[in-house]
């Protein structure tokens, strides 16, 4: 099947307009359906329109963040973080000591922790998810309980963690999971509850068995749920995984953020900052990548 | 007379939140093996309530109901319903989702090459063999339907059910499809009960036809019988005295006797 094919099938109306046509389809459609599907030509120039003004932002920010640095005597402009970055990343990967560590191994050791912490999350969020979802009664039980625990902030898990893991690393990860879980269980269970009466008819009608009702009723009516839910708990944990490790210490990109104030190191915290957001878009971006290949399969 | 399907004082109430709502009341209804039987109603009068009771999707809150001399208990496979807006799974294929049903039916007895051959003949039936590789979004809205006839009919059912099947359709693509099932129908022997309300396609394909009273508690009103001879012939039948005699009463029974409770 080639990628048009496929793409219409999940397109409501075939009927509607053709977005080859339209000259930045791409910007007007929400994320969430996200099909693009631009021919080579047009490729060019959605990427200019969209391109131009992205840069002419960037320009933007980083013109205002100099303005503002030399206002100010202790923010560091953007030329000294740049400065400072070259150094950095120019040896990422040296070992001082365990409270100095290269900033490739900050980056690897919060990604391990936000991997382990998610992929649990995932494994038990997105099967629970499920059978919340298909079985009413338990959907129903377990909907006060989330709705408590759910609005809790994240690090108010932490002394749980700790006090029952007794050691820091696996209370980080502890947190990240237990707040990376709720949105792969809520948007699996609202996906499940949500596939057309009409599916579930036929699946009533041909009497198919309960596997055979997961593998080709729910599961790809829910997919795209559970990706949506999937992404947003990518983001959650990736944005909690910094407070988490400046409480609990060891290596990762939120004790540097804290040692760096410690040493009053101002430039090393912005560096933090701008890893921290690119990687959290690179995470959202690929998974977003996945999301498409998986739809459009 | 073989009594092929049979609905005995059966009542159905549905429990909403304003209180309870008695839909259909004492509906007896007796369909004989191979006959074609149209229920025809207003809109709201119970007809889709009947149908789904004898799929079984839904069970009654009174009396019986018998297929083939056994209660209805659920939905099976023997008692296939082709839905009104067709209901193919978006993510298979034409012949996927035929082979599904294919696959549930004679999954057990049959081999692979054997199901596969179902599918293809299903498809056939109904002219699709070169849209089977297509997803549903990728054919229009009759074919999408012939499709959901076609899984209907590959599961041989005992007893076919046809939900308002071309009621979503434009007028010149249910003529089409409307001589095809009349073909279908008359190759297959099938039993069918067919949902609608339009009254020439009631008609045209029925041998009987029921028409219920308007709900709340709305129950059969009137069966006519439609002796007209098969196979029937749209054109033919138009200038046929007899035809418009019927037709016209399914409409006085519809508009003069049991006018809709807004129109009137």
Known sequence: MSNVVALKKIEAEPGQAQPARISRPVAAQPEETGYRRTVAPEWLVTGLQRGIPMLVGVALFIAAWAILAQQSQSLPGPLKTWESAKQVFAQPFYVNGPNDQGIGWNILNSLQRVGIGFGLAALVGIPLGFVLGRFRILGDMAAPVISILRPVSPLAWLPIGLLVFKAANPAAIWVIFISSIWPMVLNTAAGVQRIPQDYLNVARVLNLSEWKVFTKILFPAVLPHVLTGVRLAIGVAWLVIVAAEMLTGGVGLGFWVWDEWNNLNVEHIIIAIFVVGIIGLALEQSLLLIARRIRTE | ?264
């Open chain 2, 1 to 264: 007379m073989e009594k092929y399907v049979q609905m005995e004082g059966v009542g159905m109430v549905f429990n909403s939140r304003r209180g309870a709502f008695v839909a259909l009341k004492d509906v007896n209804l007796t369909i004989r093996k191979g006959e074609f039987v149209s229920v025809i109603g207003h809109s709201g009068c119970g007809k889709s309530t009947v149908l789904n009771l004898i799929a079984g999707l839904l069970m009654p809150t009174e009396g019986v109901m018998l297929c083939a001399g056994r209660e209805i208990a659920g939905p099976g496979p023997e008692r296939a319903v082709v839905f009104q807006n067709h209901s193919l799974l978006p993510w298979l294929t034409c012949s996927e989702n035929v082979h599904l049903a294919v696959e549930r039916v004679f999954g057990g007895k049959e081999s692979k090459a054997q199901l596969a051959e179902r599918t293809r003949a299903a498809l056939a039936l109904v002219g699709l063999t070169h849209a089977e590789l297509k997803y549903p979004a990728e054919i229009s809205g009759g074919m999408k339907q012939r499709v959901g006839i076609a899984r209907a009919l590959a599961m041989e059912p005992k007893v076919l059910l046809l939900d308002e099947p071309f009621g979503a359709l434009d007028a010149l693509t249910r003529a089409n499809l409307q001589d095809e099932l009349m073909k279908i129908v008359a190759a297959t022997g099938s039993t069918v009960v067919m949902v609608t309300h339009d009254v020439d396609e009631a008609v045209l394909l029925s041998d009987r036809i029921v028409m219920m009273t308007n709900g709340p508690a709305a129950t059969v009103g009137d069966i006519l019988e439609v002796d007209l001879p098969r196979p029937r012939e749209r054109l033919a039948l138009a200038e046929d005295p007899h035809y418009n005699h019927l037709r016209s009463e399914v409409l006085k029974f519809l508009y003069e006797r049991h006018a809709h409770p807004l129109a009137a």
